[in-house]
């Protein structure tokens, strides 16, 4: 099972960016990496998912268009630039590791979710003038 450790959290100004990290313990080459978040009092969101093998991704519409996942196989490490961010993007950012099923990315990050069985530790983003 990998181990998840991400980076790259802070405090940033409304319309600011910043990049997380989610480096793992060995290859994520068989595996879908999500980014999940979750604010005080809410429940966790799925935002962002890749599949290392193809590259697929999929997107939340409450980030599409501000952030863009990638990954970096050499370096095992997969990334969530966040652009334009709001007050309402405060949370703490997981990343999240599963070998998902044959299915569509998007199936693998909002419908199977719960089979994310690797997770990070958890970057505090927080977005405040």
């Known amino acids: 099972q990998l181990q998840l450790v991400e980076s790259g959290g802070g405090t940033v100004q409304p319309g600011g960016s910043l990049r997380l990290s989610c480096t793992a313990s060995?290859?994520?080459?068989?595996?879908?990496i999500g980014w999940f978040r979750q604010a005080p009092g809410k429940e966790r969101e799925e935002i962002s998912c890749?599949?290392?093998?193809?590259?697929?991704?999929y997107y939340a519409d409450s980030v599409k268009g501000r952030f863009t996942i990638s990954k970096d196989n050499a370096k095992n490490t997969v990334y969530l630039e966040m652009n334009s961010l709001k007050p309402e993007d405060t949370a703490v950012y997981y990343c999240?590791?599963?070998?998902?099923?044959?299915?569509?990315?998007?199936?693998?990050?909002?419908?199977?979710?719960?089979?994310?069985?690797?997770w990070g530790q958890g970057t505090q983003v927080t977005v405040s003038s």
């Open positions: 060995g290859s994520m080459d068989k595996y879908a």
């Open positions: 890749i599949s290392v093998r193809d590259g697929s991704t």
């Open positions: 999240a590791a599963e070998i998902p099923w044959p299915v569509l990315i998007e199936a693998t990050c909002v419908i199977y979710k719960d089979d994310f069985g690797s």
